[in-house]
């Protein structure tokens, strides 16, 4: 009698969010635990965007907002796409939603009949397969290791694809890996992808703005299969606007109908004053962007420059993103503290119960022999970090 249904327990919970949680309540008994678990920027949303939300409240857009977000919004990604991406939408190719991740399962909801095959390149975000499972299509895992810089290659891509493949989601850069898709990378993934006409490409470009090589590259740019991609964007990370739940798709306007027919139903548009606020951080000054982007990047090589020295990690050199991905196998089997380390799930409780540091298993990313760190915090903490995980490591035997 008191069963959920079937479409929910073929869900797994959320791994980022539950390691986020232990963390907590560590600390709410007084541990001193470095989180390291979460993907959130530690800065603050820039004063001019929580003046516009002030202004906005002030002049009362309270109100329910249209399905796909107020026009002036929209109009304000389309600049936005054209200036910085160089890319041409319509205001009616534009659906903004609550948050990139609603972003990305209504993209998946509107596209994938059951049966349907999505290829995930492995690692990839949690929250990918279980979108896919929901909508009763089956992922299809391409294993991208530390060796070939987490990045598919154009034969694995060939090799995945059958007649049952309906999309493929690529996240560049990436989390949880930091990888970043080079134009000339991503233009050889699309000559594969001519070749098969039914597939659609979700590229999420939510870390767009995190990335250390310069101009982001975007398969859209590429106006031979630029109908066949849904961008999925946000101010999340860019602007530091986690908590305020606005992201975007801009697509082929057919798309963008299915998904405003799907929104409409089960949310309808996003919180009008945050749609306000995204607007001025579109609209306004960028200095804002430029100078975390300079601050996660200073971070970054701390980090990896720390990670390296650590005995029997295998760490690559993040392009974007906050993330880095260790490889850590070569402690399976190993023991300390009268437990032994089987797998990166074990690692992470082993790291966060003894050393007091939060990172997130690789299982939960489908790379096993990785773990994953948010290297968004301040570079004391990720000093310390490092110091207390060397130390653990180093009791393994």
């Known amino acids: 009698m008191n069963s959920l249904s079937e479409r929910l327990n073929r869900l797994a919970p959320s791994a980022t969010l539950a390691m986020s949680q232990k963390s907590s309540e560590l600390k709410a008994q007084g541990v001193d635990v470095i989180n390291m678990s979460v993907g959130e920027p530690d800065f603050n949303t820039p004063d001019h965007i929580k003046r516009a939300a002030i202004k906005a409240v002030e002049d009362n857009w309270t109100r329910y907002s249209p399905v796909p977000g107020y026009p002036e919004l929209k109009k ?22 609550n948050g990139a991740k609603q972003s990305v399962c209504n993209a998946i909801m509107a596209l994938v009949n059951a049966g349907d095959e999505v290829i995930i390149p492995a690692p990839y975000w949690v929250s990918y397969p279980q979108m896919v499972l929901l909508a009763e299509g089956t992922p299809v895992y391409v294993a991208c290791g530390i060796e070939q810089d987490f990045k598919m290659t154009p034969e694995q891509l060939e090799k995945a694809i059958t007649p049952k493949t309906r999309a493929l989601i690529l996240c560049s850069p990436s989390n949880p890996t930091g990888s970043v898709y080079s134009s000339a990378e991503l233009e050889a993934l699309k000559d594969v992808l001519l070749r098969h006409p039914r597939v659609i490409v979700i590229a999420d470009e ?16 590429f106006p031979d299969i630029k109908e066949r991609v849904v961008i999925i ?15 975007f798709i801009a697509a082929p306007e057919w798309i963008v109908k299915g998904c405003n027919k799907l929104q409409g139903q089960y949310t309808s548009g996003p919180c009008s004053v945050s749609q306000k606020a995204a607007e001025e951080a579109y609209s306004g000054p960028q200095d804002c962007v430029e100078e975390m982007r300079q601050a996660f990047e200073r971070r970054k090589n701390l ?14 050199d993040p ?19 009268g437990r032994t380390i089987n797998n990166s799930t074990d690692l992470a409780m082993y790291l966060l119960e003894v050393g007091h540091v939060a990172t997130v298993g690789g299982d939960a990313f489908g790379s096993p022999e990785c773990f994953r760190m948010s290297y968004a915090t301040s570079d004391d903490n990720i000093r310390e970090a490092m110091r207390r995980i060397k130390e653990c490591l180093a009791h393994l035997q």
């Open 76 to 97: 304000a990604i389309v600049a936005k796409l054209k200036n910085e991406n160089g890319l041409d939408y319509a205001p009616s190719q534009i659906l903004c939603s």
């Open 206 to 221: 939510i870390y767009e703005h995190i990335n250390y090589v310069g101009a982001h590259a975007s398969m859209a740019q």
């Open 233 to 247: 964007n946000g101010v999340s990370k860019a602007y530091a606007m986690t908590g305020w739940r606005i992201g």
């Open 303 to 316: 980090i990896v420059s720390l990670a390296k020295e650590i005995p029997g990690l295998e760490v690559n």
């Open 319 to 337: 392009q974007g993103a906050f993330y880095l991905f260790p490889k850590c196998s070569s402690f399976y089997g190993k023991s300390a503290e």
